[in-house]
């Protein structure tokens, strides 16, 4: 199933098979609750905003299914705020965390359809800071999808809009564009101008330090971990392993850790270092098990590893717990 079709499926785990399920869930609540519209339920803020920060909580850690299972009430009941403000203010992060919950599992449609909801959101709440949110959410969907061309345009504006600005995490969101646009200039394979952003958002990341922000995990850290991303896709690997020789990751959220080894993983593979390459894999797996065991690009590189005749037991468990077939 997984060979001929392409998407991820695994029968085997229960809390992906759930996260499937409720993703669908999620779409189907999402297109049953406009934004125009509000349903009269009995949610007050505070209700919200605690079932919104444990959604969030439940995203960094990479559990997908439990975000998602929560979602299906959260958004009616965001919707549903007699308070207006206050519950535009709680869509932008949780639509935020249906973007990334529902893209992790492999719903890239579904996805779109929250950065959507969530740059209504921005708008209608008209801050510069949580648009910059809102635009980077939309690009991240756009780039999974292939479509690099327009999203840095809708990541100039939303930058242009924060310049100068010195609301509470304005410089973080606009590092943080800068990150974005890097990463679709790489896709559009402009290196140089990538390059430029890059070194911008290192010079934010230098004066802001390390910062939690709309769970942005910005700082220092994170550009690294980003510059050796775009280095890997340059094919340029030896010095994506420099670039992050001596970055703790240890207190970034699991949803950020998983990237870097997968990232890590993907490196090793490619100068030769299989044993290394599996150990990584296999310690994205222990970070974040839904999330490495949805992974187009774990596949990819288990995939290499295994022509590359590096088919040991852990990496052949590895694999069928990702329901991919080992000859």
Not at 79 to 100: F, Q, S, W
Not at 300 to 316: D, K
Request: hydrophobic content about 45%; aromatic content about 6%.
């Amino acid at each position: 199933m997984v060979d001929l079709t392409g998407q991820a499926y695994t029968p085997a785990d229960r809390q992906l098979d759930a996260a499937r399920i409720d993703a669908e869930r999620v779409w189907r609540i999402m297109m049953d609750t406009p934004m125009a519209g509000r349903r009269e339920l009995p949610a007050t803020v505070e209700q919200v905003r605690r079932e919104a920060g444990l959604v969030r909580a439940l995203y960094g850690r990479c559990d997908y299914a439990g975000a998602l299972r929560r979602l299906v009430d959260l958004v009616p009941a965001m919707h549903g705020l007699t308070d207006r403000r206050a519950a535009l203010a709680e869509m932008v992060p949780v639509y935020g965390v249906a973007m990334g919950s529902l893209l992790n599992v492999g719903y890239p449609a579904h996805a779109w359809l929250a950065a959507e909801r969530c740059a209504e959101a921005a708008g209608l709440l008209d801050d510069p800071v949580a648009a910059g949110v809102a635009a980077a959410n939309r690009a991240r969907v756009s780039a999974y999808s292939g479509a690099y061309g327009p999203a840095p345009a809708w990541c100039n504006a939303a930058g242009a809009g924060l310049a100068g600005s010195g609301a509470d995490g304005a410089l973080d969101v606009l590092g943080f564009l800068h990150l974005a646009r890097a990463h679709h200039l790489a896709g559009l394979r402009d290196r140089a101008g990538a390059e430029e952003h890059l070194a911008e958002a290192a010079r934010i990341a230098a004066h802001t330090g390390e910062t939690e922000s709309w769970d942005l995990a910005w700082g220092p850290r994170n550009v690294a971990l980003w510059r050796m991303a775009f280095q890997l896709d340059t094919g340029r690997p030896e010095e994506a392993i420099r670039t992050v020789a001596g970055v703790d990751v240890s207190g970034l959220p699991a949803v950020r850790q998983v990237y870097f080894w997968l990232d890590m993983s993907r490196a090793a593979e490619a100068v030769g270092r299989r044993r290394d390459a599996v150990r990584m894999l296999l310690a994205a797996e222990r970070v974040g098990p839904q999330h490495a065991r949805s992974s187009t690009s774990a596949r990819e590189t288990a995939r290499a590893l295994l022509r590359r005749g590096a088919a040991s037991p852990e990496l052949r468990g590895l694999c069928e717990r990702m329901s991919m077939t080992v000859q």
